[in-house]
């Protein structure tokens, strides 16, 4: 069986447009999740609502992200991925346009929710090219996919301000939506068609996965100081728009959104960091990441008064981070290059979880203690995973 599957696999190799194109398609999936945050009063005065009732909506959106890792990511390990990616896609249209009829915010919430899961085939996309990619270029690979993700979190949040103000709420919704049913058909023709027949079942893998982290060392390693850092990175980026807000800057949301733009050199660090670790090995991809992130996470403590000393510190603060995720990723991907997604949606939980507490984190610590403190107890976030790196021996999957 496992023979039959590596010839099968090694047969349907990535091509180069067929992984650029997965990694256009995880931007657009990625990207989806976010467009409405920055329209969100936009919203609130088309439904005739409260910016809390909406905020509350919007958050349905991460609650069915989790969902999506935990549910949807493991499907592309037993079913051709072309069919799950596909389905997916067009699962994100029909909610997207659903979203964009909605005249409620319960119903905005529960669309909302739908988007949200659909967003996870980022997640699903960087398991395939783990999964079909050859082993010596893997990492290269997975860091093409992983700009694309990383593009979709910043792009979505910027393009949706955009679209919003030129075109309405609802038009950029439906405008997505046909982004994503084009995407659907396109990857229902490019994918790959393998098709695997796992030992256990659905249930029973759903039910393995918090076994995961006691029996792999990697996947437990990777997990650890992966949270830590992504907590570091949502704490900076929530922190930071309730920092710039209040005197004595007091910026527009249209200004504190271009701070965003900082985060696009985080981009091209995830490709040049997949070619590093295929070459040289994610442990010391990660320590150069995370030594690049940690020193100007310290300096944003005094340079927010400084508009260009701030952007190049948020952009190597976002380059290092970024780049030490697809290494790390890397190392969880690996374990089993034969079934990636699974272990990919275990790390993914936890991962996510990290950001969602440094998000929660972020907001309150910059409006109750400053952004002094906020920053650093990111720069804690980050030397604790630095110094877990450092102390932890070269671990093999």
Known sequence: MESELIAVERVTRLRTPVVWFMAVAAALGTASIYPLQPAIAAVAGSLGTSLAEIGTALACGPVGYMLGLALLVPLVDRFPPRTVVSAQFWSLAA???????VGSPWLLGLTTGIIGAGSAVGAQLSSIAARFAAPTRRATVLGIVTAG??????????L?????ESLGWRPMLLLLAAASTATAIAARAVLPAAHTTPDTGYLSQLRSLPGLYARFPVLRLAATRGTLWFFAFCTIWSGLPVALSEPPFSYSPEQIGLYACAGLLGIPATRIAGSLTDRIGPRQVILTGLTLAATPTLLLTATLSNPIATLVCLALFDAGLFAAQVSNQSTVLAIDPSAPAHFNSAYMLIYFLGGSAGTAFGTSAATYFGWPTTTLASTLAIAVATAITVSTRKAKP
């Not at 909610?95 to 009829?101: E, F, N, R």
């Not at 949706?160 to 919003?164: I, S």
């Open 160 to 164: 949706g301000g955009w679209l919003t």
């Open 149 to 158: 993700i990383s593009a979709g979190v910043l792009l979505g949040r910027i």
């Open 95 to 101: 909610s997207l346009s659903a979203t964009a009829a």
